[in-house]
């Protein structure tokens, strides 16, 4: 039997999924940069898109050898779409691991229809699919991201083991509830709570951005790993500063302006024409300031860098 991702290595460390942001360019240029010591958790996917056989979901699936180990992770609600879905995936892309959506707080998805985060009110439901998940013998595991809970971030302690008595492998928890979206405190204690409630894995997960955090989290919740969101925008290369492959590159010009235009070749590798215009986001994070913090005229340079529409215009523009 070979070795599940999660079996590899601990602690573990996970680049979190993060729609519109950990799409395969971006997967792979922080396995390019940052080396093999983590799993990667791609963008959340539809079911019912991929049951539907939508072509742009399908390619949000790809994966590249070089890549893996690749979670792909798929939301939905209804057990039988998710569970065709997920056959659907492990057939033709063969990720390393497939992870359900208990936690998205947007209304499309946590609204009427039932999926990521109102999955934390409707237990019986999120036990349902992960069961149903089981039964199907995908040959991979099966992982739930969650947070601590809609309103309440105590109702992690009775779903972590609804989840795992369901059939779960792993538990990512984003330590944050649903009302507080994405910002607000990270209650890391809370997470260490529920760790204490399964004997399955948990990855920790809200708010950390540098080696100091991983330290001081792993510490208060003694979780089997921790799992990096915002903390990797424009900044592929956090998880070598983790494994302490490479110095920090902090206002390393030069590299940073590389890594900037190897991303964006990718970028443009993957998504052809007008690729550019969804190219600026990345760019916003990468020149945010924080990184490059000796830099004369940051604030035009992003200006400009807002408005572009080429590779050659990045080019140019990159060539302080
Ligand atoms: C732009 C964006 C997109 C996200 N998309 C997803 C997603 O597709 N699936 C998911 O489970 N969580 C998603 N999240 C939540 C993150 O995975 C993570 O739980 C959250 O950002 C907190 O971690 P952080 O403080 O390290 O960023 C998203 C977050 C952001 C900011």
Not at 114 to 127: F, I, N, Y
Request: hydrophobic share 45%.
């Amino acid at each position: 039997m070979p070795k599940k991702w999660f079996e590899f290595k601990k602690p573990i460390i996970a680049l979190a999924p993060m729609a519109d942001y950990t799409d395969q360019p971006f997967c792979l240029l922080c396995r390019k940069i940052s080396g093999n010591d983590f799993v990667i958790f791609r963008e959340m996917v539809s079911a019912e898109a991929i049951v539907r056989q939508n072509k742009k979901t399908l390619k949000m699936c790809k994966i590249n050898n070089k890549e893996r180990p690749v979670v792909i992770q798929i939301f939905g609600a209804k057990s039988e779409t998710i569970v065709e879905a997920a056959k659907i995936i492990v057939k033709k892309f063969k990720p390393d691991g497939i992870d359900i959506n208990m936690g998205c707080p947007v209304a499309k998805i946590a609204g009427k229809n039932m999926a990521g985060a109102s999955l934390m009110k409707d237990t019986v439901r999120a036990a349902k699919i992960v069961k149903a998940l089981k039964i199907a013998k995908l040959g991979v595991p099966i992982s739930v991201k969650t947070r601590l809970g809609w309103n309440d971030k105590k109702e992690i302690l009775k779903f972590a083991p609804i989840l795992e008595t369901a059939g779960a492998d792993l538990i990512s928890i984003h330590g944050r509830t649903k009302s507080q979206g994405y910002s607000g405190e990270v209650d890391w204690s809370m997470i260490g709570q529920a760790v204490k409630m399964v004997k399955i894995p948990v990855l920790a997960n809200g708010n950390i951005r540098t080696v100091e955090d991983i330290k001081k989290c792993l510490d208060i919740t003694k979780a089997a790993g921790v799992m990096i969101g915002r903390g990797a925008m424009g900044k592929p290369w956090i998880f070598r500063e983790i494994q302490n492959l490479k110095s920090k590159i902090k206002n390393n010009k030069e590299e940073i302006k590389k890594i900037v235009l190897q991303h964006a070749k990718l970028h443009f590798e993957h998504y052809g024409e007008r690729s550019m215009v969804t190219f600026r986001k990345h760019l916003a994070w990468y020149f945010k300031g924080d990184q490059i913090v000796e830099l004369e005229n940051l604030k035009d340079l992003r200006i400009k860098l807002m408005k572009i529409n080429s590779l050659s215009e990045l080019e140019e523009l990159l060539k302080f």
